[in-house]
Every structure is written in structure tokens, then in C-alpha cells.
């Protein structure tokens, strides 16, 4: 489908207007508030709860703890990734309140529910846990280290897995034939994951069904039928009896996917008390309830000969869990990485040796990219060091060792098959202006600051979990409805499914809506994640189209008396070679019809699409403070067709502002001996203000997809993918003259003055 004209999304008058309903604005008569009662350790066993004064309090409905969830037999909250560990990844029992012992400042340990949220806040300080403190680890060398606080006692050691993949003794030879090898030791930092809506769901007592036969979650989530048959599992209940829906979701960024600890409690509440059972999460409490992202310690080696060409990638990589194993977490540092090792690089031979560690920290999940932008941030960084180290430009060097030649099969077994990452790099080389860098660096100079320009490819391996279904269903007032697995947390779905069918039925698209995020409304789907959605859904309802326009032909046929094949489908109408025409809904409506036009098709798919780009940066330093500033920024991306410029460069954007952030300002900070989370709010941690931000300038290519028929590639993270290593090369370009040749992320004021003043051993 060719790209259309830029339009506006359909979603935004009502976002932008207040009309939009979040989980907080939903209004339930009757609804009881829940405030949780929170661990201040960071690792402690748990002697005794006294409730007795919170139960008496005035409102409260009922304060509850692990034993009284405990009592309806409740299972554990499950981890869904599956890898292919050396041993059997180790996942211990994680109840939704802990009975025994709490493993990270922030798990909970009983709540409160009562008639208004100011009871619930009341009644929750009345509540007395005694703690007897352990030892607690948050550094992941030292938990891996002898003698360390064991967090769980299924995981002796504190290591849940580990995973190797790749030709080792091939690495060995590449390095043993190297004229250059270079090697980094790199720490790509905890982020805190801050969509603008915090996590938040209620509970419900599913009206008509005798009590405990049913339960209904209303949650801001993006992979509701993920949450379904997890919360099914825990609950000992069919899939079918368990309903989760999603009103509008303030952003998502893969810490919304899974099921948590809260909306256990909240169902059993609310089919304990047969009311409705509400909870939104503060700020404060997000930072120390929600899943956190990326924590990778990673030394990593690259070979190369002496023309520059690429030999060998060897990566070794601690990648912490936090105090559970949790949804996707194991796969952060295994099966995402690997799919996107080594980037759009041609390198023969790779491996890669990571181990899975416990910490009494928040646990880790999926965010942006989920282990892919950590993979392409090590290659990145390493060719940066060999193109110093051996003299050669960063542009031509990078040129060299591109893929050219397609299909390739990578080192690692994924197998690219599209892509002209040799354009990408050019059309950056060429808006990089180099020829008048040198001016720019003396005009830095003479104003005390240091300039520094940085550049960096990217590959994105976009997919999500395979498998992907869509409907077309036909009201009764003629609107076809769109009924989506895939789940929109802002990235302008509504618009893009609607254009979609529209452009392919030849309907207006004021005939159609758009339905997602509901297990009662939508039979399957795997919901939002690995930018998947057009790859995924966009091919299914592609099918269902086809499907639908199939199974009309017949029934066009038999009210025009004419033959089915001769007939052409044309505007949204069937047309006979005469002339007479007969419309979809016209056809629709049609009492003596032989079934419905309903349709349902399923898109079976486990081919990725290979996204790509090239950006390059620029940045000062103002050399007696060591603050950096974004002087600008050029991305150059493919992603296949596009259906709509204008939403895909605004994914970009959004993930470069994340990316950037990353680079200069996010860091998770917890004390090294309490386990207390230092950055625990706004005030401490520093997100991206669109003040910081120069103009994100974005360039879109299209080389289309051979892996699904809209010829279509996933363009929800790239900016995260590539931002963080774009902006450090800038900053180190910058640096060099000074002799800073390393430098961790992110680069703060701090840690760029330690660095330029010789402290870099104390810099954060």
C-alpha cells in the first residue's frame, strides 16, 4: 500500500480535549479504595503484621495479608519468558504478597481497603510489620560473589540462569588471526520506567455469576489477554471465566505487559467483598513497584584485520533480575539481545555468555526494545574505541563492514532479509556537514566549551511474540468494527487500522471503529511489545480483509445475477461488467443472505523485520562544569512502507527523547549496603524535558519487508535503539582532546567534570 498524505490521528480530539477516560476516571458506584502497605527494606523476614487498628479504623471494608490470599490457594505470579538456559532457568514461587520475607524496598505486604482513598492512606500507617533485617545485595557481582545474601533458596548463588549462544571456539580463532582487538568494559545503568500514566486497575465482582465463578480486571495495561491467562493460572480458573480490559492507557513501554502482585490482590478483594476494589499508583510508589529496564554490566571484545573488516564479537554479560524473576525479565538479556547482536554488521563469527542475577532491587522487565538497544549500544561502542584505536574514520570504518548483500544469515542464526544499510549511513555522513565540524569545534573553543560530533547504525529485530488475529464485524447500523489482538498505548493505532481498511475496502473512514484491549470483545491477541503491531495485526486484518471481500463475492453474485468471477469490487461496492453495482453494506443487510460477513483471520507468523537507521549527533561541553547540552541531532531510518510518515516519525521522537535521556540524565541509584532507592522520585531522577531536546530531525527510507505483505517494519523503538550510543560518541568525540577516552552512561554534569579533572574512579 503506497504512503498516504500526513493526517490527523483520530484519536487526539478526545485526548487532547479531556475526553479521554483513564482507569482513574472511570466512576463505579460503590467502589472501595485500596492503599498497600509497602516493605522499607530492602531485605528483611517478617515476624509479625498487626492489623487490629487498621481494621478498626472508620471505613475500612478489610485489611488483608499473604495468609488470607494464601487460605483460597492462590498460585504464584508466573514468568513467561522461555529460554534456553545451560540449566533449567530457576524461577522461585513469587506470591502476590510475601509471607516470609520481602526482597526489595517497596514489595508489599498486606493492603487496606476501605470506602474512600483518604481511609484507606489512614488506615494503612495503623498497620505494624515486624521486621527482623537481612543482609541485602544489590550490586550483581557482589550477589554473584561467595558469601553473598541468598535471596532465594531455590537460587543458591543468587543465579536463576545461564545462557550462552554463538560459535566459541570460531571467536577464538578470529581473535587469534586479529591485527586489532579492542575491548570495553560497559554498564548500561537500571532505568525507572515512567509512562505519563502510572499503573493503576480495578477489581470487580463479575455481575450474574454465583460468587467466585468469574473475574473481571479493568487495568491500564497493554497485553490484555497476556494478564487474562496469567491472572487465570493464579486464580485456578478456564481463561474464559477471567475478563481484563484496558480503557485508554497512558503509555505502556513494555513495564504494562504483565500481570503484578497489585491486581492479584485486588480481584481477591473484590470477590472477597463483593465490591468493586480500586488502586492507582502515586509516583513515588510506581518507582518502587513497577518494573524497572535494562542493568547490564557487559565486557565485550571485537577483532578486526588489518583492512578494518570485522572478525569476531565476544560478549560477557551480568544481567540482573532484581529480587524476582519476573514476565519477560529472563529474556532481557538472552533471546532479545541475541536476535540484534552485532547490529546491521557483517561479522562472521559471535558469542555471547550472560548470567541471570538475583538483587534486592525492583525486578527487571521488558522496556523499549528489551535487551535489543543494550546489544546495539556494546557494538556501537566497541566500533567507536577500534576506529580510534586503529586511526580509521568512524563513517568509513562502518561503511566497510555493513551488510550489503541480502538475505544474510548473522553469526547468531537470524537471517536479515532486506534492508540498504549502506544508503542509511550516507544520507547521515552527508547531513553531518564534517567539512564544516572544524569550524564549529574552534567556535566551541572560543567560548570555553568542547564540541563533539557522534554517529551510529542501528538494527531492530521486530516482532513480539508470533501469531497475531483480526476481525471485521458488521453492526447493525452499518459501521464495520475493527477488532484488534495487538494493543495501542498511545502510538496512534485507532488511526493507522482504520486508514488501513478504509484504503483497501474503499470505504470512508468514518464507517468504521476500532476496538482493542477488551478479552470479551477480543477472542485472542498478544497485545502491544516488540513494535509488532503492523507486522502482526496489520498483516492479520489484511487477511480478514481478503477473507471478507472472498466470502461477499458469492452473495454480490447472487443479488446482481451475474457471475461471481465476472464481477469486480471497486469504492466499497461489487460491480457487474453492465454497470450495476451493489455495495458491502447493502450486502451486509441483506435479510436472505447465506451467513454473516463477519470475518476472523489469524496471521501465523515467526519472521522478524529487520528496522534500521543511522543518526548522528552533536553536542557542547561546557569544559569548567562539565554540562552537556544536545546541539543537534539527524536520524535516518527504514521502516519499510509507511502508512503514515507523520506517526512514525513521531515514534521516533518519542524514542530518541528516552534514548537521549538514557545518555545524559536517567540513572537508578540504590544505597550499596540498605538497598534503599535513592532516586526515588522526580526530584532525583532526571527524565528528558523537552527543553533539553534540540529538533529531533527525522528522515524516513523505504526498503519494504519480504516478512509480511504490507512490506511493512516495526518503528516503535528505534529511537531507543540507537539514541544512547549516538549521543556517548558525541560526547567522547568531544572529550578526546582532553584524554577522556571512557565514559559510562549516563553523562551527567558530575560525572563529565570528574572525568575531565582525572576523578573518573568516583564518577556515578
Not at 547521515?428 to 574552534?442: C, N, S, T
Request: glycine residues 10%; hydrophobic residues 45%; proline residues 7%.
Amino acid at each position: 500500500m503506497p504512503p498516504g498524505p500526513p493526517f490527523h490521528r483520530r484519536e487526539d480530539a478526545r485526548l487532547l480535549t479531556g475526553a479521554a477516560r483513564y482507569v482513574d476516571d472511570l466512576i463505579i458506584p460503590g467502589v472501595l479504595h485500596a492503599v498497600f502497605v509497602r516493605s522499607p527494606h530492602a531485605h528483611a523476614a517478617i515476624r509479625a503484621i498487626d492489623a487490629a487498628a487498621a481494621r478498626a479504623a472508620p471505613g475500612v471494608a478489610g485489611v488483608f495479608a499473604a495468609a488470607d490470599l494464601a487460605a483460597d490457594g492462590l498460585g504464584p505470579l508466573p514468568c513467561t519468558a522461555q529460554i534456553a538456559s545451560l540449566a533449567p532457568l530457576i524461577v522461585p514461587p513469587r506470591p502476590a504478597l510475601p509471607a516470609a520475607r520481602v526482597r526489595h524496598v517497596g514489595e508489599a505486604v498486606a493492603f487496606v481497603v476501605a470506602a474512600s482513598l483518604s481511609a484507606a492512606r489512614d488506615a494503612a500507617e495503623l498497620v505494624r510489620v515486624a521486621y527482623e533485617p537481612l543482609s541485602a545485595v544489590v550490586d550483581p557481582r557482589a550477589a554473584l560473589a561467595p558469601g553473598a545474601p541468598v535471596l532465594h533458596d531455590e537460587a543458591p548463588g543468587n543465579l536463576a540462569y545461564r545462557f550462552q549462544r554463538g560459535d566459541a571456539a570460531a571467536v577464538a580463532r578470529g581473535f587469534a588471526a586479529a591485527a586489532l582487538t579492542v575491548s570495553l568494559d560497559l554498564v548500561n545503568p537500571r532505568l525507572i520506567v515512567a509512562p505519563i500514566e502510572p499503573r493503576g486497575a480495578i477489581g470487580l465482582p463479575v455481575g450474574g455469576l454465583p460468587a467466585g465463578d468469574g473475574l473481571e480486571l479493568i487495568v491500564s495495561g497493554a497485553s490484555v489477554h497476556g494478564i487474562r491467562d496469567a491472572l487465570a493460572g493464579i486464580f485456578h480458573l478456564p481463561p474464559e471465566r477471567v475478563r481484563v480490559r484496558a480503557p485508554e492507557v497512558g503509555g505502556g513501554f513494555g513495564v504494562k505487559n504483565a500481570a503484578y502482585p497489585e491486581y492479584v490482590a485486588l480481584l481477591w478483594a473484590a470477590r472477597r467483598l463483593d465490591r468493586a476494589v480500586k488502586w492507582i499508583a502515586d509516583r513515588g510508589e510506581d518507582f518502587v513497584s513497577t518494573a524497572q529496564g535494562r542493568d547490564n554490566l557487559t565486557h565485550a571484545r571485537l577483532a578486526l584485520d588489518a583492512d578494518g573488516r570485522f572478525l569476531a564479537l565476544e560478549v560477557e554479560t551480568i544481567a540482573p533480575l532484581g529480587a524476582h524473576v519476573a514476565g519477560f525479565g529472563p529474556g532481557t538479556g538472552t533471546n532479545a539481545p541475541a536476535t540484534a547482536m552485532g547490529g546491521p554488521y557483517a561479522i562472521p563469527a559471535a558469542f555471547m555468555d550472560v548470567r541471570g542475577v538475583l538483587t534486592n532491587t525492583v525486578p527487571i522487565d521488558a522496556y523499549r526494545g528489551a535487551g535489543k538497544p543494550e546489544a546495539n549500544y556494546l557494538t556501537e561502542r566497541l566500533i567507536e574505541a577500534a576506529a580510534r584505536a586503529g586511526g580509521w574514520d568512524p563513517f568509513a570504518l562502518r561503511r566497510a563492514n555493513l551488510i550489503a548483500s541480502f538475505p544474510y544469515r548473522n553469526a547468531l542464526g537470524t537471517e536479515i532479509d532486506s534492508g540498504d544499510f549502506v544508503a542509511l549511513l550516507d544520507a547521515a555522513e552527508r547531513a553531518a556537514d564534517r567539512a564544516g565540524l572544524v569550524a564549529r569545534k574552534a567556535e566551541a573553543a572560543s567560548r570555553g566549551r568542547l564540541r563533539g560530533q557522534g554517529v551510529a547504525c542501528y538494527l531492530e529485530t521486530s516482532r513480539g511474540q508470533p501469531n497475531e488475529a483480526a476481525e471485521l464485524r458488521f453492526d447493525a447500523d452499518g459501521t464495520i468494527a475493527l477488532v484488534v489482538g495487538t494493543q495501542s498505548t498511545g502510538m496512534g493505532h485507532e488511526t493507522a487500522y482504520v486508514r488501513l481498511a478504509a484504503t483497501r475496502l474503499g470505504l470512508p473512514e468514518s464507517g468504521f471503529r476500532y476496538v482493542q484491549g477488551d478479552t470479551a470483545l477480543v477472542a485472542t491477541g498478544g497485545g502491544h511489545g516488540g513494535a509488532r503491531s503492523m507486522h502482526m495485526g496489520g498483516t492479520a486484518m489484511l487477511r480478514a480483509i481478503e477473507a471478507l471481500l472472498a466470502k461477499a463475492r458469492p452473495m454480490a453474485a447472487r443479488l446482481l445475477q451475474a457471475r461471481a468471477d465476472a464481477l469486480s469490487y471497486v469504492d466499497g461496492a461489487f460491480r457487474a461488467p453492465d454497470g450495476r453495482a451493489v455495495t458491502l453494506a447493502t450486502i451486509a443487510a441483506d435479510p436472505d443472505r447465506s451467513g454473516s460477513l463477519d470475518t476472523r483471520a489469524e496471521n501465523i507468523c515467526d519472521r522478524f523485520s529487520f528496522p534500521a537507521g543511522c543518526h548522528v549527533a552533536e553536542v557542547e561541553i561546557d569544559s569548567e562544569t562539565g554540562a552537556v547540552s544536545l546541539e543537534r541531532y539527524r536520524a535516518f531510518d527504514d521502516f519499510g512502507t509507511l502508512l503514515d510518515p507523520t506517526i512514525t516519525a513521531g515514534q521516533v521522537q518519542g524514542g530518541l527523547a528516552q534514548g537521549i535521556g538514557q545518555a545524559l540524565w536517567e540513572r537508578t541509584v540504590y544505597d550499596p549496603e540498605s538497598g534503599q532507592l535513592l532516586s526515588g522520585s522526580l526530584m532525583d531522577y532526571a527524565l528528558a524535558r523537552a527543553s533539553d531536546l534540540p529538533d529531533l530531525m527525522v528522515t524516513l527510507r523505504q526498503t519494504p519487508s519480504t516478512a509480511n505483505p504490507l512490506g511493512v517494519k516495526g518503528s516503535g523503538q528505534a529511537g531507543a535503539m540507537i539514541g544512547p550510543q549516538t549521543v556517548m560518541h558525541a560526547v567522547l568525540d568531544a572529550l578526546a582532546p582532553r584524554g577522556v577516552m571512557a565514559l559510562d552512561m549516563p553523562a551527567t554534569a558530575e560525572a563529565v567534570w570528574q572525568a575531565l579533572n582525572g576523578r573518573q574512579d568516583s564518577a556515578p
